[in-house]
């Protein structure tokens, strides 16, 4: 049957029950009746199974330029940047891309970043501690990735620029880009000024940091051009700061509406590795990842003709009851036999930045849980929207400063 025949649930993607409190409802009760759902833009699939099967499915590919297009760009800096990137590639183009960047993006130097991580979680620490209360989104999640991401380029005292500009840059998928174009093109050139910039001096004087191994980096003859390392780079500064600062909010949230599981955590700080693949599964900050069918796809039944756009649910897929126990219930103690969570996504297009996005988000709850003791809400919180990124807008919280666990840990 052909997709469009069936009898399916619809779901508007902006439909303002889609955040929130109301926003895992929704979505729960539309799986419970149907592993495929009508929308506005597409199809959503809600089933864990047919989700991953079609994000390995190689007769599909991320719709980046055609999102652009959606929304009337077809042309300018930043549909050629989009063209030329990483997310827009498919088969050989994307894997040569793939390799090259892998190898310079490695677990080895994550593990160099921990010390450094530990340092700036203990300088922003210092500046809320006294007060007992504080903004999280602007006090410690926004600031903490784009820390660690401008020490893996290279350029630690950039982090604050780094951080505007990801947001600009992350904004071509929120489906508003009419709304920011001037915005979004004005970052897309500053961030190719610089980098070149950047480009120009590494070769001259190479470092220990990503952007040298990009410039310097060769396999089997093969190495990246400039426009590709813009491209890469701009995709590691967009990717790796608004999506971890997300992550990382939504995580304290998650923990301040669950104080019985932070104290847990604060006595036992091992338990972090645990917690931080909890909070990935129960919330993960990029619900919904688009699919654009290049080759006609039968799935169940159902057939998806070539040019069907089709939305894959993380949030169904993380919480699936023939995958998990309970899976409505968050638990940093609970097996979950190690079953793969969907939030950094399946297949080829796997998060590249997923070692480091972790090792922040476990350094961060590593350093926090034993000082920022009886954590809880201090107001209402602001949820963004979850087409794009998933955000918080803003997080208030109270607690308890404490020095940490004695003998343990110490600033």
């Known amino acids: 049957m ?6 399916l649930p619809l779901l508007a993607h902006d439909d303002p029950a889609l955040a929130g409190d109301g926003f895992h409802e929704v979505l729960d009760d539309l799986a419970s009746r149907s592993w495929l759902v009508r929308s506005d833009l597409g199809y959503m699939v809600l089933g864990r199974e047919p989700g991953m099967a079609l994000l390995k499915d190689r007769r599909l590919s991320f719709p980046a330029v055609e999102l652009l297009e959606l929304q009337g760009l077809t042309e300018g800096v930043v549909y050629d940047g989009t063209t030329k990137g990483l997310m827009a590639q498919s088969g050989q183009a994307h894997a040569r891309l793939r390799r090259l960047v892998s190898a310079a993006f490695t677990p080895r130097q ?13 300088g922003l620490w210092q500046d809320i501690a006294p007060a007992g209360r504080c903004e999280v989104v602007t006090a410690l999640a926004r600031p903490l990735p784009s820390m660690a991401i401008a020490e893996l380029l290279g350029v630690p005292g950039d982090a604050a620029q780094l951080a505007i500009w990801s947001g600009s840059l992350q904004a071509v998928f929120d489906m508003d880009m009419t709304a920011k174009r001037a915005e979004i093109e004005a970052a897309h050139e500053e961030v190719r000024d610089y980098v070149l910039d950047l480009v120009r001096q590494r070769r001259q004087q190479p470092g220990e940091d990503l952007l040298s191994a990009l410039v310097h980096h060769e396999q089997d003859g093969d190495r990246l051009s400039d426009d590709e390392i813009v491209t890469l780079t701009s995709s590691v500064i967009a990717g790796g700061t608004d999506t971890t600062e997300s992550q990382l909010a939504h995580g304290l949230r998650l923990f301040a509406d669950h104080p019985g599981q932070w104290r847990q955590l604060g006595d036992e700080p091992a338990l972090a590795e645990q917690a931080c693949q909890e909070v990935l599964r129960f919330e993960p900050i990029v619900p919904f990842t688009a699919r654009l069918v290049r080759e006609e796809v039968e799935l169940a039944g159902i057939v998806f003709p ?11 897929a993380n919480r699936d009851p023939l995958t998990y126990t309970d899976p409505g219930r968050f638990d940093i103690t609970a097996d979950r036999a190690g079953a793969q969570v969907v939030t950094f996504g399946f297949g080829a297009h796997f998060c590249a930045g997923s070692h480091l996005a972790r090792a922040e988000i476990i350094e961060a709850l590593t350093f926090l849980a034993p000082r920022m003791r009886d954590l809880e809400p201090d107001g209402e919180p602001v949820f963004g929207t979850p087409t794009g990124i998933y955000t918080m807008r803003s997080l ?3 607690f308890s400063p404490h020095e940490g666990q004695p003998g343990r840990l110490r600033y």
């Open 2 to 7: 052909l997709a469009e025949d069936a009898d």
């Open 110 to 122: 994550v593990e160099q970043l921990r010390p450094r991580l530990r340092e700036y979680l203990a």
């Open 306 to 316: 070539v040019g069907t756009v089709l939305f894959v649910c993380a949030a169904t």
């Open 396 to 398: 208030p919280v109270r």
